[in-house]
């Protein structure tokens, strides 16, 4: 099956800093990579998703980018807001449209 | 749109009994469910993919007679713990694809918490 690296576990940026978190894949059929915020005892919400025919994706404050030969992608939060701390995991599809997500990361943003 | 819904959002039971959870899709259609756990500050772990009609496939180590999972309609999707023990205690959440779409795309409900006294 499709084993997901996350790091770091847990990274502590200042308000208005950069925060990027990184993931590395190992099946090299995953085609799909979405990234998931959790508060604390609340659902995963999904914040941006990449397709592996595409390098990069942008939505406001949040990006994505994929290297499929490397087999990585990486969140990027810019302009980082005391509500963006939460857990965040990423994830790649795999067989039979499932997802093995990563261990997750903790993004604290001191105000 | 896309919401999913689960019930109960809590319950506590005592060990050796049974406890049904729900999964709904309120505004969609879903072909596929699946089931995960979350234990205390950790990841989600796949238990089953349930797909409409047919038999849910389980995930290694997971047992299907202790988990029975029940797919009847497009927008609902049942987990039964049976013969519940302290250890199932754990945050149970479901998560559901859009019919008709080559999307993987996964929408999750809020989550049950499971206590097991």
């Known amino acids: 099956g499709e084993n997901v690296e996350q790091h770091p576990s847990t990274l502590s940026v200042q308000e208005g800093d950069s925060a990027v978190i990184k993931c590395t894949y190992s099946?090299?059929?995953?085609?799909?990579f979405p990234w998931y915020k959790q508060e604390l005892g609340k659902r995963p919400q999904l914040i941006i998703d990449?397709?592996?025919?595409?390098g990069e994706k942008k939505d406001q404050r949040i990006a994505v980018t994929l290297n499929k030969t490397a087999k990585h992608f990486s969140l990027h939060i810019t302009e980082t807001q005391p509500e963006d701390s939460a857990v965040y995991f990423c994830?790649?599809?795999?067989?039979?449209?499932?997802?093995?997500f990563g261990k997750g990361n903790q993004v604290v943003v001191i105000p | 749109g896309a919401v999913v819904s689960q019930h109960p959002s809590w319950v506590i039971c005592k060990s050796g009994t049974s406890v049904k959870i729900e999964c709904r899709s309120l505004?969609?259609?879903?072909?596929?469910m699946f089931w995960y756990r979350q234990f205390p500050k950790q990841s989600l772990m796949l238990m089953a993919t349930?797909?409409?009609?047919?038999?849910?496939?389980?995930e290694q180590g997971v047992e299907k007679d202790k988990f029975l999972i029940n797919h009847a309609s497009l927008t609902l999707s049942t987990l039964t713990v049976t013969s519940a023990h302290p250890e199932d205690s754990s945050f149970y959440i479901c998560?559901?694809?859009?019919?008709?779409?080559?999307?993987?795309?996964?929408?999750f409900g809020p989550g049950t918490r499971l206590t097991v006294t």
């Open positions: 998560s559901a694809s859009l019919h008709g779409t080559v999307s993987y795309e996964q929408y």
């Open positions: 099946d090299s059929a995953s085609n799909y």
């Open positions: 990449i397709r592996s025919n595409v």
């Open positions: 994830a790649a599809s795999y067989g039979n449209n499932r997802l093995a």
């Open positions: 505004d969609f259609q879903a072909t596929t």
């Open positions: 349930s797909n409409e009609g047919s038999k849910a496939t389980y």
